[in-house]
Antibody, heavy 128, light 108 residues
């Protein structure tokens, strides 16, 4: 049974840093791409970042590029989002999500077919 | 970046009635579209992928259609637990994947 349990988050001042964690169970991070998606209060969903199943590629939304870094620890089956230089507009609930696509081992194809499991979400508030 | 536009913003429907939600892509996306349901305080739940394939455990009253730029999510007979927000997502040309702004299905 797949579970994604998030931790981290909280209140931070502008310019500060925070690290979010997403502990996966029921599957291996080494077999699937993983994403972060955020949702500002009362707003829609915004994709933030992805790390490929083999960990060789990461991509970040332009709005967070150069400030946020997605990473993972396969030995602990945990996904991370390191958030630096935080701004008030980064205030949101952050979700980790598992990619539905099952890549072939060794494949360099980077694709997605939707996000089939999501963490419970964690609130990040950037305010002085 | 592909822009996804959903309509209407709010749909008022009575239980047992049919609900039809629309999603339009700013560019051709084949059938690389997913639909999600989100209830207050919860994470989104995948309903449909590939524009028309129901995800595991999704009831048959949910159906998706469309290809290219215009897509539809239909809920054939609304049940009380279906009142929620619905988002479409394109994954044809990414990153970034992009979401529509959402349609709220509320009780009439």
């Amino acid at each position: 049974q797949v579970h994604l349990v998030q931790s981290g988050g909280g209140v931070v001042q502008p310019g500060g840093s925070l690290r979010l964690s997403c502990a996966a169970s029921g599957f291996s991070l080494g077999g699937y791409g993983m994403h972060w998606v955020r949702q500002a209060p009362g707003k829609g969903l915004e994709w933030v970042a992805v790390i490929s199943y083999d960990g060789r590629d990461e991509n970040h939304a332009d709005s967070v590029k150069g400030r946020f870094i997605i990473s993972r620890d396969t030995s602990n089956n945990t996904l991370f989002l390191q958030m630096n230089s935080l701004r008030p507009e980064d205030t949101a609930v952050y979700f980790c999500a598992k990619d539905r696509f099952t890549p072939k081992v060794g494949s360099r194809v980077r694709t997605t077919t939707g996000f089939d499991y999501w963490g419970q979400g964690t609130l990040v508030t950037v305010s002085s | 970046e592909i822009v996804m536009t959903q309509s209407p913003a709010t749909l008022s429907v009575s239980p047992g009635e049919r609900a039809t939600l629309s999603c339009r892509a700013s560019q051709y996306i084949r059938d690389n579209l997913a639909w999600y349901q989100q209830k207050p305080g919860q994470a989104p739940r995948l309903l449909i992928y590939g524009a028309s394939t129901r995800a595991t455990g999704i009831p048959a009253r949910f159906s998706g259609s469309g290809s290219g730029t215009d897509f539809t999510l239909t809920i054939s007979s609304l049940e009380s637990e279906d009142f929620a927000l619905y988002y479409c997502q394109q994954y044809n040309k990414w990153p970034p994947v992009t979401f529509g702004q959402g349609t709220k299905v509320e009780m009439k």
